[in-house]
């Protein structure tokens, strides 16, 4: 497997040859201390996001695949958690989309029984949820944090530049059944583009979406880093100040 470019890899463990697929542990204000797995090829997506900090899609997929095998990932984290480090979530995210991993939730399975100690986070963009075997996979993750950038076909198309097949519809709906069939936490998460996903329509299509996905929260995001496209606008705390009034009475922070 190739070394993986990520923002938040700065401690030894990202660079140690002998935990290839674990990085951090990163702290976070939402996670805590948390201990990264990426299961993929630098760069495979659904997706291929302006904002994203890991670059252009180099591989741009919704075909899923067991890209590492899962021994190597399980022998990674019983090694790594063996010595039972002081960590608030084990976290799937990295540099690609962690449910195109076909051996998700062999691995999430394993951590709930092996080490049931550490809550278990996913990261996702949220574009294979239509998919009952995925959703079927995460059932017993503690916290999911799937996206939803654009709530309209252009902003989705203009921020997310997904893989061919691959619909906001079909995401919105994913995410409706998800949440049907998981009981846990979900938080979503929606980067703000200016001039893109912040019109009174954007925000109108956002609301009838979260109202039938029904999270728990719902964080709006924005540049705070370097990007990969020199087209993306920071938002202002004033124009994330009004998105929450607009939004409101949905719980937004």
Known sequence: MPGYIHEQRKSPLST??????????????????SLGVDLLPYKTCSLDCVYCECGPT????????????VETILAEL??????KPDLDYVTFSGSGEPTLYAGLGRIIEHLKSKHPRYRVAVLSNGTLFSDPE???????????????????????QAIDRPVHGITVQQVVEGLVARREEYQGPMVLEVFIVPGVNDTNREMEALRKAAERIRPDAI??????RPSPSDTVPVASDELLALLVQALAPLPVF
């Open 219 to 224: 964080q709006l995001n924005r540049l705070d």
């Open 58 to 69: 180099t591989h741009l997929t919704a075909t899923r695949a067991t890209f590492v095998p």
């Open 16 to 33: 140690a040859t002998r935990y290839p697929h674990l990085f951090g542990p990163v702290s976070s204000r939402r996670l805590g201390r």
């Open 134 to 156: 995925v959703r079927r996979e995460v059932l017993r993750a503690d916290l999911l944090v799937p996206s939803l950038d654009g709530s309209t076909p252009e902003s989705f």
């Open 78 to 83: 019983d090694q790594y958690l063996g010595d």
